[in-house]
Every structure is written in structure tokens, then in C-alpha cells.
Nanobody, 119 residues
Framework: QVQLVESGGGSVQAGGSLRLSCVVS????????MAWFRQGPGKEREGVAT?????????ADSVKGRFTISISKDSDKNTLYLQMNSLGSEDTAMYYC???????????WGQGTQVTVSA
């Protein structure tokens, strides 16, 4: 059974930083894509950053230079991170991690972690 558990969200002032974590267990394949998505109040869900099992990354224009996606690998689980710096009110959203066979097949999702940035 594939499980994704996010943590690290919270409230922060504009200009601050947060690091989100997502522990992924039970995914049976060595080749994958993982990503962070977010959905702000009254907005559609959007992709924030993606990382593939070969280490290649992709960022939304709105977060380039401020956010960094990375993976830590253990024998029985992977942990996906999102380091977020220079946060602004526009970054306020529920953040979700996801994993799938490739960037067109994000099949498994976490429950989300809330990030709130105040002015």
C-alpha cells in the first residue's frame, strides 16, 4: 500500500522560510516522478515543483529561485522535501505531495499540509 504523509506546514511571516516533508512508503518501482502541488483559496490546484528518479527537476515560474525540491532515499522509504524561501502571501495554500510513474501519471497523493503566509 502506497502512503504519503506530509508535514512541515504552518504560519510564517512574509519573507520567511519553511521546509515541507513528505514520507513516501510502499511505492514498488525504482523509476518515478514526485512533485509538490498546491491549491490556494479560490484557486485551482497548480504544480509547484517536480523531481524524477534520475534527479531532474522542474519548477513553476512563480517559485523559481525561491523553492528547492529534493529527495532523501532510504532502503524502505523516500522522503520528499520542499525548501521554501522568501515566502509571500501568494504562497498561501494547501500543499500536496504526489508520486507516480511519470509526470503525466501522479496516481498517489498525500493529505496535504497548510502553509499560511502573513504580511
Amino acid at each position: 500500500q502506497v502512503q504519503l504523509v506530509e508535514s512541515g506546514g504552518g504560519s510564517v511571516q512574509a519573507g520567511g522560510s519553511l521546509r515541507l516533508s513528505c514520507v513516501v512508503s510502499g511505492y514498488p518501482f525504482s523509476s518515478y516522478s514526485m512533485a509538490w502541488f498546491r491549491q490556494g483559496p479560490g484557486k485551482e490546484r497548480e504544480g509547484v515543483a517536480t523531481i524524477d528518479s534520475d534527479g531532474s527537476t522542474l519548477y513553476a515560474d512563480s517559485v523559481k529561485g525561491r523553492f528547492t525540491i529534493s529527495i532523501s532515499k532510504d532502503s524502505d522509504k523516500n522522503t520528499l522535501y520542499l525548501q521554501m524561501n522568501s515566502l509571500g502571501s501568494e504562497d498561501t495554500a494547501m500543499y500536496y505531495c504526489t508520486i507516480g510513474a511519470d509526470q503525466a501519471d501522479f496516481r498517489y497523493w498525500g493529505q496535504g499540509t497548510q502553509v499560511t503566509v502573513s504580511a
